[in-house]
């Protein structure tokens, strides 16, 4: 019996416990996206206390779905928002689109060019992260890939150069970086970056935000390094790790 998930485990958890009809997928991302924001909260209290910023990177999957909850509670909080896709909307997973929807109703999405960033990509993201970042440091969120990627993050190198400049600049040392499941280039089952040894491909983070239980990718090689402090948030599906044999 392990505590310790690969993606494989985790998406049967996940599978068995909306097959139940116990609860649904739109539940189980609610829950996620709320997870995020109440982990915000504990790890830094004074963001709690006034509104803040926060840039939110949204993959092609649920886990920009969990950051468009994310997103859309901080907005709700009274922060000033900023949200990118990395994807085509009209792709979404059903149950991302509806919380990618519910956020068009509240703020702009700004879309990333699929699949290769260019550098007008860049640029675009450079200003809203740090236009007014002597002022006002954004928290970042990474809802990007989670444990779901099979390939390297390549393409988004316009972005990855431009988080890994800043974050090495003194003036820029209170930007607050959180991963939602896992750092977007950190494999879930290995800990090691996706197609390549290179740690660039990568979205280090000071805060990682997992649900149910920390997965394998945490406790190793480049994860172990990259994932900053890992929070477990539950989100109900206990009685569902049967499925993944972690209960005789």
Not at 152 to 178: F, K, N
């Amino acid at each position: 019996m392990t505590e310790l998930l690969t993606a494989a485990q985790m998406r049967a958890i996940e599978e068995a416990a909306i097959a139940s009809g116990e609860v649904t997928g739109l539940e189980l991302m609610e829950r996620a996206g709320r997870g995020v924001v109440e982990a915000i909260f504990e790890e830094w209290p004074e963001l709690k206390a006034t509104s803040h910023r926060a840039v939110v990177l949204c993959g092609p999957g649920n886990n920009g779905g969990d950051g468009f909850v994310a997103a859309r509670l901080l907005k709700e909080w009274s922060w000033e928002v900023e949200v990118f896709l990395y994807g085509d909307p009209e792709n979404l997973p059903p149950d991302a689109k509806v919380n990618y929807e519910r956020w068009c109703g509240m703020g702009e999405v700004r879309l990333l060019d699929f699949p290769n960033l260019t550098d007008a990509d860049g640029e675009s993201f450079n200003e809203a992260m740090y236009v007014r970042v002597r002022e006002d440091q954004p928290l970042l969120i990474d809802a990007l890939f989670g444990t779901g990627l099979t390939r390297s993050i390549e393409g988004l190198l316009p972005i990855l150069e431009l988080t890994d400049l800043y974050a090495a600049m003194p003036e820029l040392s209170d930007v607050r970086t959180v991963a939602v499941d896992i750092p977007s280039g950190i494999s879930s089952d290995t800990g090691e970056i996706v197609g390549t040894a290179d740690p660039r491909m990568a979205v280090p983070a000071n805060l990682t935000v997992t649900f149910h239980k920390q997965k394998i990718g945490h406790k190793n090689d480049w994860g172990r390094r990259l994932c900053g402090h890992v929070v477990v948030k539950d989100i109900g599906l206990g009685p569902w790790d049967r499925y993944a044999g972690i209960v005789e």
